[in-house]
């Protein structure tokens, strides 16, 4: 059966990015898109998706808006977010994210996701490897805080008074030892294994 989705996206160019990458999975179903999120939240309750793409920063309404909106019709599609900002992972994993997807996508990460997808794992705490904390520096620690908190290298250099290459040291050291490809998936990593043990 197919997967059916909808694409929700103010951006031509990204919401047809997403859309051409979704053809190359014929265990897709592309039920509709939308470019104006007020449109979108009747188009989502009518069409009923498995899956939804959902851009974040939009006009008159964000993706956390449509969200709330359709939770609030009792209708609780799979989200997940495309955006091209990390600081928004943690509002998007409180929003009960699936998978938090940094523009521009990747054809290997949309296949990841609708592989998770395909095996109903949803971001469960067994499948993310904790242990790994342990090996963590104090310093490491310190940086990856900074960085949930929406910091950027060069405001946790002046906070934490160390050098900004020192700074983009750590991060690719913590990039690393959690098998991150980017912030946003060490912020997903964190909220699953530091958050949740601080």
């Not at 898109?33 to 974040?56: G, N, Q, R, V, Y």
Request: hydrophobic share 40%.
């Amino acid at each position: 059966m197919a997967i059916r989705v909808i694409v929700v996206d103010d951006s031509e160019i990204d919401r047809i990015r997403i859309i051409q990458l979704l053809k190359h999975f014929d265990n897709v179903e592309l039920i509709a898109e939308e470019s104006d999120p007020l449109t979108a939240i009747d188009t989502i309750l009518t069409k009923k998706p498995d899956l939804l793409f959902l851009d974040i920063e939009m006009p008159k309404l964000s993706g956390f808006d449509i969200v709330d909106a359709i939770t609030k019709e009792g209708l609780k599609p799979i989200i997940v977010f495309v955006t091209a900002y990390e600081q928004y992972a943690i509002k998007a994993i409180k929003n009960r994210a699936f998978d938090y997807l940094l523009k521009p996508l990747d054809i290997d990460e949309l296949a990841n996701t609708l592989l998770r997808f395909k095996n109903d794992k949803i971001n469960s705490q067994d499948e993310i490897d904790c242990s790994i904390v342990e090996d963590l520096s104090k310093r490491e620690i310190q940086v990856l805080k900074l960085l949930i908190k929406g910091n950027n290298s060069k405001e946790i250099s002046t906070k934490l008074c160390i050098s900004i290459n020192t700074v983009n040291s750590h991060r690719g050291s913590l990039l690393k030892k959690t098998g991150s490809k980017n912030v946003a998936e060490l912020i997903l990593w964190s909220t699953k294994c530091l958050i949740g043990n601080s």
